[in-house]
C-alpha cells in the first residue's frame, strides 16, 4: 500500500465512523482529521505530477 493508499483509507475510515456515532465533538475532530488526510493526499499528487 504506498503513501496515496494508506491516507486515503485513513480518511474514509474517519469518515465512516463519524456517520455511526453521535457526539458532537468527535464527529468535529474526525472530519477535521479526514479534511487533513485529503490535503495530505493533493500536496503528495502534486509533487508528483511532472512540470
Same mark, same amino acid.
Given at each position: ?7 486515503? =483509507?485513513? $480518511?474514509?475510515? #474517519?469518515?465512516?465512523?463519524?456517520? !455511526?456515532?453521535? =457526539? ?9 482529521? #479526514?479534511?487533513?488526510?485529503? !490535503? ?5 499528487? $502534486?509533487?508528483?505530477?511532472? $512540470?
Amino acid at each position: 500500500m504506498n503513501t496515496i493508499q494508506y491516507l486515503e =483509507d485513513q $480518511a474514509a475510515r #474517519a469518515e465512516r465512523l463519524a456517520k !455511526r456515532i453521535t =457526539d458532537t465533538l468527535t464527529i468535529e475532530k474526525l472530519l477535521t482529521f #479526514a479534511g487533513e488526510r485529503r !490535503r495530505e493526499i493533493e500536496v503528495i499528487a $502534486a509533487r508528483r505530477r511532472p $512540470a
